[in-house]
């Protein structure tokens, strides 16, 4: 009988390869339409010249307050957890230890990492996100002596 924690975990990883792309998507959309071009003050342009603030574009776009950094970077993050949990030499984190740990953590990624970014491919990303936490939520009663290991690549 084939194993099947193998066939959990490569659902898994195209689950997390979906999810890195929604962030990747997300990241790339966020800095759209953001007016972050640098601009050379002229000498009669605002109330200071030479020294007159013409780049709020380019601060607003690149700002480090918590709120900038999380609606940016979250999703990508996420992702990137996600899929570095698969991958050998990055593996030194383990995001989860059993297959209810592996649940929740997918039910977090559709929820915090795929729903509501990407439009139409975060939807679906985080439908598959879903069917990956309902598989590994089967597994907790299936394979009751078994823990999930991750395909590594």
């Keep these: ?10 659902v898994a990883f195209i ?12 990241l790339w959309l966020s ?8 601009k050379w003050a002229k000498r009669n342009e605002g109330n200071h010249g030479f020294i007159s603030e ?15 950094i999380v609606d940016h970077f979250q999703p990508v993050l ?18 989860y230890g059993s297959w209810l740990q592996m649940c929740l953590w997918y039910v977090f990624v559709a929820l915090f ?19 990956t936490a309902v598989v590994a939520g089967v597994m907790v009663f299936v394979d009751q002596a ?6 590594l690549f």
């Design 1 to 10: 009988m084939p194993d099947v924690g193998v066939s959990v975990h490569s």
């Design 15 to 26: 689950t997390s390869i979906a999810a890195f792309v929604v962030g990747i998507i997300h």
């Design 31 to 38: 800095f759209e339409g953001t007016d972050s071009n640098l």
């Design 54 to 68: 013409v780049n709020q574009g380019w601060q607003e776009a690149f700002e480090l307050t918590p709120q900038a």
């Design 78 to 95: 996420i992702g990137w957890f996600s899929l570095a949990h698969h991958i050998r030499y990055v593996n030194k984190l383990s995001l």
């Design 113 to 131: 990492g795929c729903f509501g970014y990407a439009g139409s491919l975060g939807i679906i990303a985080g439908a598959l996100a879903l069917v």
């Design 146 to 151: 078994g823990e999930p290991r991750p395909v």
